[in-house]
């Protein structure tokens, strides 16, 4: 169908259609007012400025609506920027919904439904399925629109959900892989484990922390729906299973330096914690390789030690397309 | 009264009771077993081993019994160690019972109960001063009989409460002179911030972590206690005053990396944060002083960076005796 | 009376005098010259730049001046920025005084005079006693002029003394509930441990470092200057309280990778290291959370690990006010 | 079959087989000879002292001779430690051959073959093929005799080659859930990545670092070892292909500072490196908890930040047995 | 003869010649294009902006040409800029040819050949000798072309060889007064050590990475030169000489974090570690310096720390001048 | 003459007289009392154990005596020890008076008075060259008595002046060989570097930290002396080359977590750094190689990041001797 702005070469003039992402109107240096825009489609994201803005156009082009823009792609200062060169709302039957705008995961929710459901079932530890299903439960609308992170890695609707069904499917292999592997305590965990971020972000669209992620954090968060899960389900909270996945999920992040409030002391905590690691390692390279014409560096990734990644030229032929 | 243990000079012949705090049996090179004794009375610990024990006194000698010993206190690689050259069991009328001899903070329980209490009417928070309350209560026996730490500072019966009573005096010079400082949040936060020793440790005797000290850990145990004790008291969780009394408690480590699962955003984590390092430091170098002649510098305290303190030679007279 | 700067509102229109504390000319994108100012009263500091400057603009306009100020305060990139919309010199029957603009500890220099003398009676030990009059005799004006630090935390005049006057209040705190504390030794040296500052700095107006100050250091500059009072006074360099003093003094940063050539080695070390450093966090903290919203983060704090702090919301009600 | 020494409990007498690993003659400090031991079954490896050793004692027990051993398991100082009471060459018609005492890897060494035979149909860059296979062949004995590392992880014979087969395990599932990676790359430099191993160390048995191993390390023998393929093979050296698959093994540690001369700048190195880890970890994790009684903390494992693991206690049912 | 850019004083106007290095053009905030160059003379690079440029200026003012500019140097930011008022080409009859405009090093390719041919002499062992002798035959002509770095140390043409020489004087001086020195080894390895960054950058002019120096690094294309080397000249890889030579190379940058596979475990080694430190400090600092008035401090250096340097003032008479 | 204990091969039988450097009395497991040796001739120091010592024995072995001890050097956990089997003391008639036994500088105390009388001649900085000879002469006793260090590095008589020496040697090629350097800087602060290890340290014989030492540091210990130089010579303090000879001292450790209390912001003081540097890990190298087999590696060095270091075999022929 119609290109999407990161399909664009770089240079090349387009006529397309945008959502506003935020919109803040600045005073420049010739005293004039111009319009700092985010727009969004489904390829990403990119920052645009509108200089001259007059009263009308300041009152038309607020964030969530969605905008046919003439203009080109450029880079400043390596990072990607909109130049626009005329830009007007959409109308009507040109049939754009916003939310046709916004950056998805690649998978339907349903099947991430469906494929989460499927490993509850091997979840045979009576406590920890409880609790699981207790929580996915009463946080489930969420859990499934949510991004995982604000920015780093699965920036996007229903990345939260995404990361985690990633995650449990390489769990499966390492589960078959290896022997002495507590199951119910590997998955349960990994399904827990990122879920405190529907308490900690504020949403899909414009995510922001909210209080309760800035002050206490989601890793404590799950701990405390664990806490409140056990005391509804009258499950003792001494039950051993009960200490074992309140780790894992403590445990995830690693390192005390990173934000776990202990570091693993089980052996599926350290599988959890490397598998997290991995599938955000692996969707930031690949996020950043996307937008990287073949033979070149792509722009460097904070959430990466800064570290920039080569897209290999033309020749060589990547098996898995 | 008679004199203790680290009140003798090194390698002064004394005769003296003391509680054994363990006894471990060992096989010696000679392939004959001895006893390796930690032995303790109100000035402090030390080890010391009984070479070539006998059937009899290995089933005499248990963890718990007073005993007299006959000795003197060496350096061992600069650790004190007692060298043992007579030893019996203390008659039944020689009245020696174990309590004696359990190192006890110089505070008595009833003191630190008032000043607590004193403290209670300055929170002024509703909502702050019933969860203090309720987990205050919960705890009780155990905040006023555990120590503050197995081993770094304030190790010692009724140390943790201790340490806390003395926060809250430094605490309150705090509130007396800077402007702008939440009372309820400082004081609340001081009382509860270690309470969770109470579940991560085992006690004042032969103290060790519990299962739930060593994966969850007592920054985390408190945050579930302040939850729990919202349920129970029907208070709402997102207020922002239990937020924050949460914050508080969750940040008191300061650092990441010392196990905080997030760093000081309010000015009272910052400044509880401070102080509960400062008494600690206080103590630490406290402990390794009293043991230390004028004009030497003391063993070296691992909890501090392994720095040694000087203890200035006798001229420099110390005003506060 | 009038409002100051930093009690408008973000983007709340404000016709004010400023001091001009600094005043510099540049060239803008279109070949025309800029003035970037820095103004301040006694709310704090702000930039702002003045576009087009003409010849007699540029003439009359000169650090040190004061000027009345139509504009907005507005923030850049985060930080404070003033909008000049009008600007001219303030008439002198306007009566504005640039000493009035100038920030200044909200202690009197006599009551600060007054509380350091009283503490000086507590120091019994006469070398220590006679070393600390001599130096504080010796720089006494700047003492009580210059600001604590170029920027971080008590960058006003007085600041320096000001803040050495809260260490010692703590201090008393400190020394009356822990024993074993040689106050002498406490005492003299928070009156002496940033008193370097004199040498470092070049006052209490647009302070900059001085060559000694780049290149020695104001840890090393107050033990010279101890040195110096030795020779002066004829005190014996190896008497132990000299050295003792000379260590609490260099220590005072606590760690070598903050600039302290020793680590405490000292239990008065250790204390005033904490002591310096908690007066100089509550510090910052304030003045940050004083610019801020109730509800909202601050701006980051440089010297505090870049953090952000929450000012809380209206609901919670400060106990201090 | 016969029970191996760490399927006896701790202080559990018993009478076993044992190969002699190191036997080094040392004089008591009762100036009598003794030897310091290391034996080794399949279990794992274990020292003991033998006192009061005999001229013809010492002369008899060599290392690479199967005694028999009567004794027990002891603890000391937290590591495990052989007491043997009574010690005797093995006679000949006990059939024990010193190779039945060797750990080996899980799998034997054709499945292991076939394993990589399979993947390296999977490769197909030619380049990257022709000098896997060529290096493979070069070192084949090697690579399926020796341990991947002296001590730390997969310390046994055929370790190397089954930890490269349980990284290609994981990488399959890899290259099937996430596009976008190079298959050829993936594999091949999954092969290569520890294959300097077999020039770094000095066997199976007795394992040490070679003067090459020592002063040029295994990453970069990899890296001469492909130049030289090339050479060999008359491949061009600059073809894009191979600098990706040096980069892939030059940067397989991850940091700089884990000896790694590159960090990462492929996505497939990003992979490998991960999988290293993962696959480590749980290698050492795993030996640890088998030596671990069910409901305690295992030893400290210094290969992963000298943390302990727990091992759940028996109620807590592990899936995969 | 004619001033170069760095002798004028800031702010002082000046008629020029100058090489363009590099030119881009972009788009102002007016939507006027304008170019971006970077120019220079043996002085020196400047960075200096060209507004509103007419679509022939664009086309004439190309990288590589000579052009004669009116304007000043200025600072921005702390960092050297060019204002520049007037600019055109340079007419064929003022004889300006590109190659006097690029800094080289101070002395002639001859002189810095013979220097080390003189020190070729002085490698005794027959396998580094021919090795040295063959890379740098090789290698030759870049080796004295190319500059030591892209930016940090030695960033002129022949700055590479000038480096190589620098560090052979000192480390003659370490010959002559230490013990116990391989002389072959410590010059074989001086010589080596930067060579691979003939493979690892583009050139004299814009310097670059390579593919190869992004991936592999100019230390492992040393060592495979020397594998290479040892092919060709059939000489025993083995050959401990061999092996001592490649570690020299291998370790020069002293740590692993600084991108060294081993660290130093040779007396030549640490030594060449520390001369290629010395020296390249040395040129970072005096490049400041240089650039700096007497009396105030130099621009902070990146590659120092972020430190800046002090210029001693006038009086201070340096002895070298 | 008389073989040295260094100059025998391990496990060699000998005869030889050796300084007790240092006796210990303690008792043994047995209870029996052993002598603690420290033993030393020029070739190093070696501890070594005297097993039921009597009485007599007890008054006789003192530290300062020398004796005539039969028994062989071993290795103890890697570090040399020695074997007693026989000890008596030393005849008169045997003529071994204690200093012969002491390790000197391989420079006599003329030759290096001389060196740096030479170097004097070239500080043509008037208050420098004054400073200079003012503390050299203050402790010239000292300086050419004291070792470097306790421990690390020319731990022997007469090591601190052959140390400056040795600095200065490399300090002549620098100085000949890099323009902009100030020769009165350079030579000064290096000659003063150190020399607050007179008052660092206790002496050349059992060499201990002084109070000074500990409290105050080497470091300061000069900064002081310098400005008690000034005010004996009635130099003005503010004097420039006052200020940048104090900071090349103090800034000679290079980094503040090393000690210094300023980095190094002067061309001078980065070259004293670097060559002190220089100079310690080259003898530090020196020493391990010189205890070590040809084709094996040295113990491992603290001072060097615990570094072992390889000793060449045989057949490379070290140029140097």
Redesign the interface.
């Given at each position: 169908m119609t290109k999407k702005i990161y399909e664009y070469e770089l240079d090349e003039a387009f006529e397309i259609y945008l959502l506003i992402k935020s919109a803040d109107v600045r005073?420049?240096?010739n005293?004039k007012p111009f319009i700092a825009f985010t727009f969004q489609d489904r390829s990403g994201q990119i920052d645009g400025k509108f200089?001259d803005a007059k009263e009308d156009e300041i009152n038309r082009f607020q964030a969530g609506t969605v905008v046919k823009v003439s203009g080109k792609r450029?880079l400043y200062q390596n990072n990607p920027q909109l130049?626009i060169t005329k830009m007007r709302i959409a109308h009507e039957n040109e049939a754009v919904a916003p939310e046709h705008f916004i950056e998805r995961a690649p998978l339907r929710t349903e099947e991430m439904v469906e494929e989460i459901n499927r490993v509850l079932f091997?979840i045979?530890?009576a406590p920890i399925n409880r609790i699981v299903r207790y929580i996915l439960n009463k946080y489930q609308k969420a859990f499934f629109d949510f991004p995982a992170a604000k920015r780093h890695h699965h920036a996007f609707a229903g990345g939260l959900s995404y990361h985690t069904v990633?995650i449990l499917?390489?769990a499966e292999?390492?589960?078959k892989?290896?022997?002495?592997?507590?199951?119910?305590l590997l998955y349960g965990g990994i399904i827990l484990h990122d879920i405190g971020k529907t308490i900690e972000l504020t949403g899909a669209l414009s995510t922001e922390y909210t209080?309760?992620g800035?002050?206490?954090?989601h890793?404590?968060l799950v701990?405390?729906e664990i806490?409140?899960a056990c005391?509804a389900l009258k499950i003792e909270e001494?039950t051993?299973?009960v200490?074992?996945l309140?780790?894992v999920v403590?445990a995830h992040h690693g390192k005390?330096?990173?934000?776990?409030?202990?570091?693993?002391?089980?052996?599926e905590a350290?599988?959890i914690h490397?598998?997290d690691?991995?599938d955000a390692?692996?969707n930031m390279?690949?996020t950043a390789?996307?937008r990287t014409k073949p033979g070149e560096?792509s722009e460097r990734v904070f959430g990466?030690?800064n570290?920039?990644?080569?897209k290999?030229?033309e020749?060589?032929?990547?098996?898995?397309?």
């Open positions: 005073l420049a240096k005293n200089w450029e130049r091997e045979t530890s990633s499917r390489l292999t390492i589960a892989n290896y022997t002495g592997i507590n199951h119910s209080l309760k800035n002050l206490i954090g890793i404590v701990d405390e806490t409140k005391e001494d051993e299973d200490i074992l309140k780790h403590l005390l330096e990173f934000g776990s409030p202990v570091v693993p002391h089980l052996l350290e599988i490397h598998l690691n991995l390692s692996i390279i690949d390789i996307q560096f990466l030690g570290r920039n990644f080569y290999p030229s020749l060589v032929e990547p098996d898995s397309k």
